[in-house]
């Protein structure tokens, strides 16, 4: 009897030594994705608010002129397309608001007034500097502020924020998107001339070079 309880003993010891063994190792395997993740998002939040630190102007530039030109093919409106480029590219970190942006599509509801492009920009522009370090940084109507810059180069590319004086701008004449007619054409004819793609892409250019220029002053 006492042999066979030495053999139990001695059998139960080994098996926890075992379990022991391999839940350290879970545990040192476990640490290491843990901060193998936190490195990997940690390095995408910094490049996202430093993204000269990574990348040059004009790479983050072309950046987002992949994203306008994927983002217009998926959902076709500008005001959907631009903010998704620049929350993307800047971690903004609001998907959410992104289908929330089709009813400004058009000029808001396709009534041919403020330009998609404008709205998308400027939600992003209203984030970026209201939000985070970025908050902490600034003073009362910042946001304001560099919302009036955008709108200014804005309107000296397109000599508008109107949309419907942006279309006739890129495209020759105005297109009622709530005349059926006129909105068949203007898809047609958009199918070939990508010019509102062109519009978000100016955009979000003008927006990103707002938000470089304030992150290098801060680092100055």
């Not at 066979?4 to 545990?27: A, G």
């Not at 993204?51 to 004009?58: F, V």
């Not at 992949?66 to 993307?88: I, R």
């Not at 940084?137 to 919302?147: L, V």
């Amino acid at each position: 009897m006492n042999t066979d309880n030495n053999i139990l003993s001695r059998l139960s010891s080994s098996f926890k030594y075992k379990v022991d063994q391999m839940n350290r190792r879970l545990f040192c395997a476990g640490s290491l994705v843990c901060a193998a993740g936190f490195m990997l998002a940690f390095s995408r939040f910094a490049k996202a608010q430093n993204p000269q630190s990574s990348a040059s102007r004009q790479e983050v530039f072309r950046e987002l002129d992949v994203k306008a030109d994927l983002y217009m093919a998926k959902y076709g409106s500008c005001a959907m397309s631009s903010f998704a480029a620049l929350n993307e590219q800047f971690a903004l970190e609001h998907d959410d608001l992104v289908l929330a942006m089709r009813p400004f599509t058009g000029g808001f509801a396709s009534r041919g007034e403020t330009c998609g492009a404008v709205s998308g920009s400027m939600l992003a522009i209203g984030i970026f500097f209201s939000s985070g370090k970025q908050k902490r940084n600034q003073q009362a109507g910042s946001a304001m502020k560099f919302g009036g810059l955008f709108m200014d180069g804005f309107e000296k590319e397109f000599g508008s924020t109107r949309c419907r004086e942006v279309i006739k701008h890129q495209y020759g004449r105005y297109f009622d998107f709530r005349n059926p007619e006129d909105l068949k054409l203007f898809m047609e004819l958009s199918q070939k001339e990508k010019n509102c793609t062109e519009v978000v892409k100016k955009a979000v250019r003008l927006a990103a070079a707002i938000f470089m220029d304030e992150l290098s002053r801060q680092q100055a």
